[in-house]
């Protein structure tokens, strides 16, 4: 298990685009990802509905927990995620 | 029975282009079916729910395709939330309670209100995902939803009348409209406006046009002709621009940063309305001063060079402002609505004027402040010195109610200006709700208990020394606007897409022709009468 934080640099804050898009990341990935505000219970990163329910908004911190052992390819997904949270 | 080529139709215009295209009938839709559980075999019900939203999946696809860069995103932005796991297995543990496979999957989506308020893009894609939900629903019990709409080829849809909803799902496909009822000033009719799409409404024979039937759509005619072709259009009046400036200004409406950036790329001086609702329509709680004040700012600082008129927040009606506590009457244009609600929550017309003011005060721009829904003297004078109070901009109110047109000689040296709202004035004065689709033809603006009302306005705001404006639709139709300047009024203002036809026709005549030719209009005593002999003074002019 892998976990970071990213910030949500997305003006609109975690909407439906950057949502869609990290859903279907993780699911092309084959990888179990769960995310959430810090201090919260984390969700599934598998509904992009149950993702834009946290209601993260621009300057908040998600952390990130990915079920895997591999610290090149848990990088290489996080960099993404942040990447889909600039707007 | 097939109507024969040549037949015409006649309604009333909306537009300046004719356009040619196939019938294609726009059947109402039907209503779904109430809440029920099923027999009791949840495989089935499981297997049924995953068909119909891949069946929905599956039309979104193709609406994708036929869409421009930007609509296919949202579409497929759709798609995927329709097709989301996680709604997915809350529909089925639904399903596992009992719920039949169309209810446990609208039952899953309204579960989402609570998680989603409070946020309004969030509330505006939870609402497009019931929408679709409505959709799965109507698969499964087999009802055809009405508005699949061609995506190639060129239709010319034809219904009852349209909603604002319905119009989101109009396709590139769709080059012209027909409605048997519906006014010019109904939202329909507002909308083809906005999206440039010629249209007749209030054509209550078209109810004999049959499916495939090719029909020309001539707007200035007012006019559909069967088998016509774009030879028979009538030519709208091509006025040639005869000086720099038109008689009167002509300024744009607004209701958005978005209009208030499109308004800045027309000739628009400056805005004569800027519909203030859209900022709080999706606020569930009262905004601060202090964000109320930053939209103000980037509205007024993108807005076209010259004055502009923000009207205070005309809540009620057909215009629910979600944080105000807003009643529910049989007859919601008669109900509380505009001032009187303002007068009612005092607080958030002061907030609102003072984060007009802070805007003002920011952007250095000219600002004009005005009340809707002004019912008598006494109303506007406790407006303006409530405005005044606030903020150092000029001050009046709209005229949409008969009774204030009778009372315009009381506020001189209390308003700076007036500005008419047709469309709420016609519906007012003609005992015609704006919202009745069977009413449209009296809320023609063409109307002459209506021109001579405007007449009245005009001529006791220069008595009293108020600069007089009209911001209704009626101004966006330029032959009328050359009547409103020689009715005496001092500006115009029409929707963006608009503002060059109306210039151009302000520019194409002269003070005095104006005049005459609102002499022409006072003397007609029917609308037909009115706006054939005002168009027939106008040919002979050019």
Same mark, same amino acid.
């Given at each position: 298990?892998?976990?970071?934080?990213?910030?949500?640099e997305?003006?609109?804050?975690?909407?439906?685009?950057?949502?869609?898009?990290?859903?279907?990341?993780?699911?092309?990935?084959?990888?179990?990802?769960?995310?959430?505000?810090?201090?919260?219970?984390?969700?599934?990163?598998?509904?992009?509905?149950?993702?834009?329910?946290?209601?993260?908004?621009?300057g908040?911190q998600?952390?990130?927990?990915v079920?895997?052992?591999?610290?090149?390819?848990?990088?290489?997904?996080?960099?993404?995620?942040q990447?889909f949270l600039?707007? | 029975?097939a109507?024969?080529?040549?037949?015409?139709l006649?309604?009333?215009?909306?537009?300046?282009?004719?356009?040619?295209?196939?019938?294609?009938?726009?059947?109402?839709?039907?209503?779904?079916p109430?809440?029920?559980k099923?027999?009791?075999?949840?495989?089935?019900?499981?297997?049924?729910?995953?068909?119909?939203i891949?069946?929905?999946?599956?039309?979104?696809?193709?609406?994708?395709?036929?869409?421009?860069?930007?609509?296919?995103?949202?579409?497929?932005?759709?798609?995927?939330?329709?097709?989301?796991?996680?709604l997915?297995?809350?529909?089925?543990a639904?399903?596992?309670?009992?719920?039949?496979?169309?209810?446990?999957?609208?039952?899953?989506?309204?579960?989402?209100?609570?998680?989603?308020?409070?946020d309004?893009?969030?509330?505006?894609?939870?609402?497009?995902?019931?929408?679709l939900a409505?959709?799965?629903?109507?698969?499964?019990?087999?009802?055809?939803?009405g508005?699949?709409?061609?995506?190639?080829?060129s239709?010319?849809?034809?219904?009852?009348?349209?909603?604002?909803?319905?119009?989101?799902w109009?396709?590139?496909?769709?080059?012209?409209?027909v409605?048997?009822?519906?006014?010019?000033?109904s939202?329909?009719?507002?909308?083809?406006?906005s999206?440039?799409?010629?249209?007749?409404?209030?054509?209550?024979?078209?109810?004999?046009?049959?499916?495939?039937t090719q029909?020309?759509?001539?707007?200035?005619?007012?006019?559909?002709?069967?088998?016509?072709?774009?030879?028979?259009?009538?030519?709208a009046?091509?006025?040639?621009?005869?000086?720099?400036?038109?008689?009167?200004?002509v300024?744009?409406?607004?209701?958005s940063l978005?209009?208030?950036?499109?308004a800045?790329?027309?000739?628009?001086?400056?805005?004569?309305?800027?519909?203030?609702?859209?900022?709080?329509l999706?606020?569930?709680?009262?905004?601060?001063?202090?964000?109320?004040?930053?939209?103000y700012?980037?509205?007024?600082?993108?807005?076209?060079?010259?004055?502009?008129?923000?009207?205070?927040?005309?809540?009620?009606?057909?215009?629910?402002v979600?944080f105000?506590?807003?009643p529910?009457?049989?007859?919601?244009a008669?109900?509380?609505?505009?001032?009187?609600?303002?007068?009612?929550?005092?607080?958030?017309?002061?907030?609102?004027?003072?984060?007009?003011?802070?805007?003002?005060?920011?952007?250095?721009?000219?600002?004009?402040?005005? !009340?809707?829904?002004?019912? %008598?003297?006494?109303? #506007?004078?406790?407006? +303006?010195?409530? *405005?005044?109070? =606030?903020?150092?901009?000029?001050?009046?109110?709209?005229?949409?109610?008969?009774?204030?047109?009778?009372s315009?000689?009381?506020?001189?040296?209390?308003?700076d200006?007036?500005?008419?709202?047709?469309?709420?004035?016609?519906?007012?004065l003609?005992?015609?709700?704006?919202?009745n689709?069977?009413?449209?033809?009296?809320?023609?603006?063409?109307?002459?208990?209506?021109?001579?009302?405007?007449?009245?306005?005009?001529?006791?705001?220069?008595?009293?020394?108020?600069?007089?404006?009209?911001?209704?639709?009626?101004a966006?139709?330029?032959?009328?606007?050359?009547?409103?300047?020689?009715?005496?009024?001092?500006?115009?203002?029409?929707?963006?897409?608009?503002?060059?036809?109306?210039?151009s !026709?302000?520019?194409?005549? %002269?003070?005095?022709? #104006?005049?005459?030719? +609102?002499q022409? *209009?006072?003397a =007609?005593?029917?609308a037909?009468?009115c706006?054939?002999?005002?168009l027939?003074a106008?040919?002979?002019?050019?």
């Amino acid at each position: 298990m892998i976990t970071t934080t990213v910030i949500i640099e997305d003006p609109i804050g975690l909407h439906a685009r950057p949502a869609g898009q990290i859903v279907k990341l993780v699911k092309e990935s084959g990888l179990t990802v769960h995310m959430g505000k810090a201090g919260q219970e984390l969700v599934m990163a598998n509904s992009p509905l149950r993702m834009m329910a946290l209601k993260a908004k621009t300057g908040e911190q998600l952390v990130i927990e990915v079920d895997t052992d591999d610290q090149g390819v848990a990088d290489a997904l996080f960099a993404q995620i942040q990447d889909f949270l600039k707007g | 029975m097939a109507l024969a080529s040549g037949t015409i139709l006649t309604g009333l215009g909306v537009g300046l282009n004719s356009v040619r295209g196939e019938v294609f009938w726009v059947k109402p839709q039907a209503t779904l079916p109430g809440p029920a559980k099923h027999a009791g075999d949840v495989a089935a019900e499981k297997a049924t729910l995953r068909g119909a939203i891949h069946h929905v999946a599956a039309y979104l696809d193709e609406q994708s395709l036929g869409a421009g860069e930007t609509s296919a995103e949202i579409f497929e932005a759709l798609k995927m939330l329709l097709e989301d796991e996680g709604l997915f297995e809350s529909a089925i543990a639904e399903i596992e309670s009992g719920w039949n496979a169309a209810t446990a999957f609208i039952v899953a989506v309204d579960s989402l209100d609570e998680a989603f308020a409070g946020d309004a893009a969030l509330e505006e894609r939870l609402a497009d995902l019931k929408g679709l939900a409505r959709r799965v629903a109507a698969h499964i019990s087999g009802i055809h939803m009405g508005l699949d709409l061609p995506t190639t080829g060129s239709y010319v849809i034809v219904g009852d009348d349209f909603s604002p909803a319905d119009t989101a799902w109009f396709t590139d496909a769709v080059v012209g409209l027909v409605t048997l009822r519906g006014g010019p000033t109904s939202h329909t009719a507002i909308i083809c406006r906005s999206k440039s799409i010629p249209a007749l409404v209030c054509c209550p024979q078209a109810v004999d046009l049959v499916d495939g039937t090719q029909v020309l759509v001539d707007p200035v005619g007012d006019r559909v002709v069967v088998g016509g072709d774009a030879s028979m259009a009538t030519k709208a009046i091509s006025f040639v621009a005869k000086s720099l400036d038109p008689i009167i200004p002509v300024r744009a409406n607004i209701g958005s940063l978005e209009d208030s950036i499109q308004a800045a790329t027309t000739a628009a001086n400056g805005v004569g309305l800027f519909r203030t609702e859209l900022l709080y329509l999706s606020e569930t709680t009262m905004p601060s001063v202090a964000k109320q004040a930053k939209s103000y700012t980037e509205i007024l600082r993108a807005a076209p060079e010259g004055p502009i008129v923000v009207r205070t927040v005309d809540a009620g009606s057909d215009k629910p402002v979600p944080f105000l506590d807003l009643p529910h009457g049989d007859n919601p244009a008669s109900d509380l609505r505009g001032f009187q609600i303002s007068k009612a929550h005092r607080q958030f017309l002061i907030d609102q004027l003072e984060s007009i003011e802070v805007a003002r005060k920011e952007t250095g721009r000219e600002v004009w402040v005005m !009340a809707p829904m002004i019912a %008598t003297a006494s109303e #506007a004078i406790e407006f +303006a010195q409530l *405005a005044r109070s =606030a903020g150092e901009y000029k001050v009046g109110i709209m005229v949409e109610t008969p009774s204030i047109a009778m009372s315009i000689a009381d506020l001189a040296g209390k308003l700076d200006f007036i500005s008419v709202g047709t469309n709420d004035l016609s519906q007012y004065l003609f005992a015609a709700d704006r919202m009745n689709a069977g009413q449209g033809a009296l809320l023609n603006p063409w109307q002459p208990e209506l021109v001579r009302l405007l007449k009245a306005i005009a001529s006791e705001s220069e008595k009293a020394g108020i600069t007089s404006g009209v911001c209704g639709e009626a101004a966006s139709d330029p032959a009328f606007a050359i009547v409103l300047a020689g009715l005496g009024f001092n500006s115009v203002s029409a929707s963006s897409s608009q503002v060059g036809a109306v210039r151009s !026709a302000l520019s194409a005549v %002269t003070l005095e022709q #104006a005049h005459q030719v +609102a002499q022409v *209009a006072l003397a =007609a005593t029917t609308a037909d009468q009115c706006k054939s002999a005002v168009l027939d003074a106008l040919a002979s002019l050019a």
